[in-house]
């Protein structure tokens, strides 16, 4: 009796495993395991990776010149070169995709961005506000122009979502500026944090159109 039931056990256990979803992936798929093809494609990896270093690098970079700006430390010069370096690295990261001459064109938008954005820092401490008003509309025109950009090389990247998400981003820039202007650390650090997960969004957003448009590179 017991042999029996064992081996009704058996031969029920081995129906149960040839009906399974693991069993049908095996026989149907390519004999790869199906974790294998199901998941991320290393240069999908290595691009989001790339992107999401350079714009984080982005805010990084741009906290610690309007640091150095606010306070006149005297390295100001040094990190803005820094900042301007990381422009460049930006446009670089496209290249692949879409030409040296693409790339350079970021990083000449981007770097325009930089430089009217030095002009509101300064025009923050100097509590101009008529220079603020006149630097904040050539920065939104900027950013502007980078969504245009962007969104005449690829499909995927609308210019309304690409404005939405770079206006948001100087949004976020502007209220850290002004925390740390008014001394106000704790909105200081609050800004920057929300600017920095901001950024990561943005970066996955030109990820995804990227890997969109070129599958056959990934």
Not at 3 to 11: H, N, P, S
Not at 54 to 75: E, F, M, N, P
Not at 83 to 111: H, S
Not at 177 to 193: M, S
Request: charged residues 25%; glycine residues 6%.
């Amino acid at each position: 009796m017991t042999g029996k039931f064992m081996k009704t056990v058996l031969i029920v256990m081995c129906l149960a495993l040839l009906g399974s979803p693991l069993a049908v992936q095996a026989k149907e798929g390519s004999g790869d395991p199906p974790q294998q093809q199901q998941g991320i494609k290393p240069k999908e990896v290595k691009l989001q990776g790339d992107m999401r270093r350079a714009w984080i690098d982005r805010i990084i970079w741009t906290r610690a010149y309007v640091v150095s700006a606010l306070a006149g430390l005297k390295d100001k010069d040094k990190v803005l070169a820094r900042l301007l370096k990381n422009q460049e690295d930006i446009g670089n990261v496209i290249k692949p995709y879409y030409g040296e001459e693409a790339g350079n064109k970021l990083t000449a938008l981007l770097n325009e961005h930089i430089l009217i954005a030095g002009k509101i820092v300064d025009a923050t401490k100097k509590n101009n506000q008529a220079d603020l008003k006149k630097y904040n509309a050539q920065w939104y025109k900027n950013a502007d122009d980078i969504a245009k950009f962007l969104s005449s090389a690829n499909p995927n990247w609308t210019e309304q979502e690409l404005k939405d998400l770079l206006h948001t981003h100087l949004e976020l820039l502007t209220e850290m500026i002004q925390a740390r202007a008014k001394k106000d650390w704790d909105a200081d650090i609050a800004a920057f944090d929300r600017g920095e997960d901001h950024i990561v969004t943005l970066a996955d957003a030109l990820t995804e159109g990227i890997i969109k448009q070129f599958p056959n590179q990934f």
